[in-house]
């Protein structure tokens, strides 16, 4: 049965995600490799995430993630959260997977990540990426004043409407959510693509939020309603800093690949009313 989209305030972070390798074509880069962590190596005996593959903690060492098998049209190794528990980790870049040092001169970055929208009615639920910067080199999430721009997908308890979610720099102080459309349905998985233009706003940074129906075969990212955000980059660990990514997930969501671009400097090849880009899967998965 569809749901009607209705307004919403702010929901706490909920849902599952997922990320694609996409190759997008630049003036600067003629390819703008990008790179994909799929959790397809963890292990279900181990259980925890944390302790896995170079994964990492908060300081305040919050309850694990967990791996398992995803729900639905994607029914490879993803991260769980059981029901009323919030989990976050952390995992630095290395030879296996990460983005080139940024050198200052970048304007523009594009992250991605993959959800489950999942939710139980009457309880937050949130499924979120953000990239982070270990400043103290210490090997723990110091959550959030290390972490970047938090988006991913959130259900408002209060409201029962699952929406998109963009938080600021550092401390997701300021905030927007977008009513998911009435065609995205309890259990569909989603692709979520952060636009960040880093030279907006003074150096503030301005971002947009697109997505793609997978369990639909959607084909072309679409808006969700929310876009010129200020990222509150100045606020938190510069961009050049970033040398990670942390995930976070709420109760009882699932969260499968995540990729991180490298920055471009120059102008996006445009072209017949789009951007140009190639997509690559990293596998073929069954519907259920």
Known sequence: ???????????????????????????????????????????????????????LPTVADNPGLFAQEGIGWN????????????????RLFDGTFGHPPLTGSETSMRFEVDVRADWTAGFNAFAGFAPWADLDSDMFVDYPAEIGPLFGFTHNAGVDVPNFYLGSSASGATFAVAAAPISVDKGDWLRIRLVMNLAANGGDGAGELQYRNLTDDDLIFRPTGISGFDLGLLGGPSPSAWNGVVVRLDNSVQLDNVTVPEPSVGLGLFVGGGWIVAVARRRSHSRS
């Open 1 to 55: 049965m569809k749901r009607r989209s209705l307004p919403c305030s702010f929901a706490s972070p909920p849902l599952a995600v997922s990320l694609v390798v996409v190759a997008s074509l630049s003036l600067a880069s003629p390819t703008l490799a990008q790179s994909t962590y799929d959790f397809e190596g963890l292990s279900f005996e181990e259980g925890h995430l944390i302790g896995q593959d170079g994964w």
């Open 75 to 90: 029914d490879s190794i993803v991260i769980d959260m059981p029901f009323g528990f919030t989990g976050i980790a952390g």
